[in-house]
């Protein structure tokens, strides 16, 4: 039995099975580069109720190439197709029937896993030939099937799993938004960025001057990490050589930055109204019992608001409306907890239950605030990225507070009230901005 896909009549065959569920993998140039710098060399393809999967080469040496449209064509032909990264799988395809394994796996059992280690063929390549962008051209369809084979094996159980409510909002919504994010890369100053960032292997993330992020959804609170090649874009050092190694490609950074952001959004879950000033110096204000208030007393504000949003409201201002109404919302998510064993977080409806190890209520509610931010960021991203769709104006970077845009004039400077408008969902959550020529900001 046929499982490289070469001849017109293998590929009729094909097209003739069962099209309900299948297992897809990608095999790109180098499973070490940025999927934005590695291009698609074959698809392997395992429908779930058959014994044995199928590679469509598209240009690896050992098959005859099949075209990008017609292995396309192939792929949306299954109802559902279960990949292991969607995000990264959207680089190659951009297909609506897309399941996220990581994804359903992270929202039930709150852990990443780990794919098998690959045939001993590939330690051999990859030690050699570890930059070569094309390195898996080297390695024969054989042992690619294989791994790819392997690969299913290890998968195939968690493919069983139920989609949880949330699922559509991170399968759907959030994939999207983040693959857009790493579009458009950010532009450095080559040598000052592999001097400071130390990048394992440049080639594997940098081209042509522009540096690629890498968002990570699949932890506990989804907060995103941001790293790729050993840089950490989510933790930029604010020491200014680091900042001055990263320009924008068109004329200025613009940076938004939210006002008191989860105390904020804290306060609207909790039904507490505040004004557009700035949120931390309203209930300065209400401590100290008085208007003016000093820097020092700002900055004792700003860490009690702090510790409350982490579940642990000082004594002295507990007897506060708006810290009684935080403590009422806490216990609300521990009865609730404890009571029925979960709670559903707001906006994405993401589910936290009792297998969370050492959940106490500050825990719980620190879990609750970061997925509430992420969630309403990803809805406000969303509403960006429609916005800009048109436009020479980017997402640089994103940084759970603060969105960073590389700004061109040509858009005009009505384009920055726009922005302002959207991110702040009509004064809701109010936004400083600031204009930089890098990220000293």
């Known amino acids: 039995m046929f499982y490289i896909v070469e001849t017109k009549d293998q590929l009729r065959k094909l097209l003739e099975l069962r099209k309900e569920a299948a ?61 292991w990264d969607k995000k990264e799988f959207l680089y190659h395809f951009v297909l609506p029937n897309l399941t996220d394994i990581q994804l359903l796996v992270a929202l039930e059992k709150y852990q990443r896993i780990e794919l098998p280690n690959p045939p001993k063929t590939f330690s051999f390549y ?14 024969p369809l054989t042992k690619l099937y294989e791994r790819c084979d392997n690969n299913f094996v290890s998968l195939r159980p968690f493919m069983d799993f139920d989609k949880d409510e949330s699922f559509s909002f991170y399968n759907n919504t959030a994939a999207k938004v983040f693959f857009l994010l790493e579009q458009s890369g950010l532009k450095i100053t080559y040598q000052s960025f592999i001097n400071l960032f130390k990048p394992n292997n440049p080639d594997y993330n940098v081209s042509e001057n522009i540096t690629y992020t890498y968002y990570n959804l699949y932890n506990t609170t ?21 900042r001055q190694a ?13 006002d008191g952001y989860h105390l904020r959004l804290l306060c609207n879950q909790i039904g507490y109204e505040l004004t557009e000033e700035s949120a931390h110096k309203q ?24 510790q409350a949003l982490y579940g642990n409201i000082p004594e002295e201002v507990k007897h506060l409306e708006v810290f009684k109404k935080i403590q ?25 239950t009792e297998d ?4 106490n209520p500050p825990k719980l509610m620190n879990y609750t605030m970061q997925n509430l931010e992420t969630s309403n960021n990803i809805l406000i991203l969303k509403d960006v990225l429609k916005y800009l769709r048109n436009k020479k104006t980017t997402i640089a970077l994103y940084t759970y507070d603060a969105i960073l845009f590389d700004y061109d004039k040509t858009d005009g400077d009505n384009l920055l009230t726009e922005l302002k408008d959207i991110m702040s969902m009509d004064g809701k959550y109010p936004v400083h901005y600031k204009l930089s020529d890098n990220l000293v900001l």
């Open 246 to 258: 990263i320009l924008p490609k068109n004329d200025k950074f613009v940076e938004f930055d939210f």
């Open 126 to 139: 990859y030690n050699k030939y570890s930059g070569h962008p094309e390195v898996n051209k080297m390695i």
């Open 356 to 359: 969370l190890e050492d959940m």
């Open 328 to 352: 009422d919302y806490i216990d609300k998510l521990w009865i609730e907890f404890n009571g029925i064993g979960f709670i559903r977080c707001p906006i994405s409806g993401r589910k936290y």
């Open 222 to 242: 989804s907060r995103p990490t941001n790293a790729f090649n050993s840089v950490n874009y989510a933790a930029i050092p604010h020491k200014d050589e680091y």
């Open 23 to 83: 297992y897809v993998e990608v095999i790109s140039g180098n499973y070490n580069y940025h999927p934005n710098l590695s291009n698609t060399l074959a698809v392997y393809i395992r429908p779930l109720e058959m014994g044995q999967g199928y590679i469509l080469p598209i240009s690896h040496p050992d098959g005859l190439g099949i075209e990008r449209d017609i292995v396309e064509k192939v792929l949306s032909k299954f109802t559902e197709l279960y990949v």
């Open 283 to 306: 209930l300065a204000r209400l401590y100290f019992g008085k208007d003016e208030i000093t820097e020092e007393e700002y900055k004792q504000a700003k860490q009690m608001n702090f």
